[in-house]
């Protein structure tokens, strides 16, 4: 089935993001496949605020890794996978205790360590639309 979901400007991130939460169930990798400057980050952002993250969510373009904490207590991983050139990099910083850990995964730049996602992974494409409106869309 497919699901889309149109994110028409930045007021309209906080309904998207709960919707997007809803529809995508018990999924917990999401790898978000988009151009640069599409809203990814933005977008989490936007998923982290709705499951009541308080902590500052940018970008972990030199980290790799940024961990959030939910209202609840359960970690989020927020992945950057832009700057990996090699399949090792992300090996050794444990990238399959996270995926495997039960807990949302959010990876950006997937496409960098395509070999190394499970098969669950669910696949987001993320448009930029002529009216600079954002298109969300996957199957499951």
């Given at each position: 089935m497919q699901h889309r979901i149109t994110i028409?400007?930045?007021d309209d991130l906080d309904r998207a993001a709960g919707e997007f939460l809803k529809e995508i169930g018990n999924?917990?990798?999401?790898?978000?496949?988009?151009?640069?400057?599409?809203?990814k980050t933005t977008f989490t952002t936007a998923i982290c605020k709705a499951l009541g993250v308080t902590d500052t969510v940018c970008s972990p373009t030199f980290t790799i890794l940024n961990e959030y904490v939910t209202k609840d207590g359960v970690p989020v991983?927020?992945?950057?996978?832009?700057?990996?050139k090699d399949l090792r990099e992300a090996v050794d910083?444990?990238?399959?205790d996270y995926l495997y850990s039960g807990n949302l995964c959010i990876l950006e730049w997937p496409e960098n360590i395509e070999p190394l996602l499970p098969e669950?992974?669910?696949?987001?494409?993320?448009?930029?639309?002529p009216d600079l409106?954002?298109?969300?869309?996957?199957?499951?």
């Open positions: 028409k400007n930045t999924n917990r990798i999401i790898a978000f496949h988009a151009p640069m400057g599409a809203g991983y927020h992945f950057d996978f832009y700057r990996i910083i444990g990238l399959d669950e992974t669910l696949r987001i494409d993320i448009t930029v639309n409106s954002r298109t969300v869309v996957w199957e499951d």
